[in-house]
Every structure is written in C-alpha cells, then in structure tokens.
C-alpha cells in the first residue's frame, strides 16, 4: 500500500506561472524524493531532500520537507510547457537495507498551457 | 554510461499464461527494484534485488516472482496471469555509495497486457 498522499491530484497552469504540489506521508524516513513521469514512460529523479534538511534547491525546482507535519512541498518556478507531466513523490525508510525500496504518492499531473 | 534498460517495451499475453521480463540495470549498479503501476493502484513496489540476493519485496501475492545474476541483470515472472496484472512493469536501479544509493534511476518499463 501506499504512504504517500498528494495534493492536487491535477494542477493546470500557464508558462511562467509557479507550480507547487504537496505530499504527505505517514511513516519516519531516510529522505524523500520526487520524480517526474512524462506519459506513461519511465520515471526521472528530480532532487532528494533528507530528513535532517528542511530546504533544498536544484535550477527552477525547490523542495520543503516538514518532517514534524511529515509532508514536503516541491515548486516549479516560471513553469514551461516541457513540465508538463506527472509528479511523485517517494519516501525510503531509514536503514541501508531500505535504500532500493520506495514508496511512492499517487502523484500529481501537471499541466502548463502555452 | 548506458541508461536501464527493459525488455521488451511491449507485451500481450493470455489469462493463465506466464510471462518474463527482463532489465539490465547501469553499469556498476548493484541493486535492482521492481515496481508495478496501473491507474487504479498507482505506483507499488515489488521487491529489490542486491548482489542476487532478494532484499525487500513488497505484498504482491506468490505469482510475481524475481531474481538476479551474477552481472546484476534481474528477470521478474508472472505466472498464472490475470486481467488485474495488466499494468507498466518498472525496473530501477541505484548505486551502492551513501545518499546516492537512494536515488533509483528507472528504465522505460515494459507494458503488459493481458487478455
């Protein structure tokens, strides 16, 4: 089963505009992380927050983690229409034997308007 | 470095048949993970595989079964195949040093039909 919640399951936008989408989770972790997934195609690692961090930033993309509220926020600054797809957040548990097993939200699907 | 690779992209089997795919992770990567997704379920893991020895599996039922070589290329079966198995078959790999082994890079999956 899942851990992982997202919000909103749908986000529609137009170029220029900041996206943000949140995740929730329920159980302590090692990190969290979140991936892009463009039609049904594979997945692509964006950026990995740890739990001792409460802040990180890669190009357009900045990640929260609130690890007190268990949920993390990831924000898309002056969107394209090339970011259009869908979102996941994942979550490993602590634990070198966990480090291959993810679990991950139901995603958010973004869309950016030309 | 080549990226995961899946074989084959596609697949459409029959109800009661089984099925095998396979993945070859990046070069040096030792683990490998397997993951199912469908619209309904989402994103579920399956099991890990580090070193040829499985090392987390998560709860499908008996029929979804894997394994790794010695090259660190992994085959998963299906046997008995149902309606409900038709779904994107992912397999990621990931590195063996610190922070970085959490980072799991995906393959292009194989999509399984079953009729």
């Known amino acids: 089963s899942q851990q992982g919640e997202e919000d909103p399951q749908a986000l529609s936008i137009q170029e220029g505009e900041n996206a943000t989408m949140n995740c929730s989770y329920k159980?302590?972790?090692?990190?969290l992380q979140w991936y892009r997934q463009n039609s049904g195609r594979g997945l692509v690692h964006l950026i990995l927050?740890?739990?001792?961090?409460r802040e990180k930033h890669s190009g357009r993309l900045r990640v929260t983690l609130d690890t007190s509220k268990k949920s993390s926020s990831l924000l898309i600054t002056a969107s394209r229409a090339a970011d259009t797809a869908s979102y996941f957040c994942?979550?490993?548990?602590?634990?070198?034997?966990?480090?291959?097993?993810?679990?991950f939200g139901q995603g958010t699907t973004l869309q950016v308007k030309p | 470095k080549a990226g995961v690779t899946q074989t084959p992209r596609y697949l459409i089997k029959t109800r009661g048949q089984q099925v095998t795919l396979s993945c070859s992770p990046i070069?040096?990567?030792?683990?490998v993970s397997w993951y199912q997704q469908t619209p309904g379920q989402g994103l579920q893991f399956l099991f890990e595989?580090?070193?040829?020895?499985?090392?987390n599996k998560g709860n499908f039922p008996g029929r979804f079964s894997g394994r790794q070589f010695s090259n660190s290329r992994s085959e998963m079966n299906v046997s008995t195949l149902e309606l409900g198995d038709s779904a994107l078959y992912l397999c990621?790999?990931?590195?063996?040093?610190?922070?970085?082994?959490?980072?799991?890079?995906f393959g292009p999956g194989t999509r399984l039909t079953v009729t």
């Open positions: 595989y580090f070193s040829e020895t499985q090392r």
């Open positions: 994942a979550t490993a548990r602590p634990g070198s034997s966990n480090t291959g097993k993810l679990i």
């Open positions: 070069s040096g990567h030792r683990s």
């Open positions: 159980t302590s972790i090692n990190n």
């Open positions: 927050i740890r739990s001792n961090e």
């Open positions: 990621a790999s990931s590195g063996t040093s610190g922070t970085s082994s959490y980072e799991q890079y």
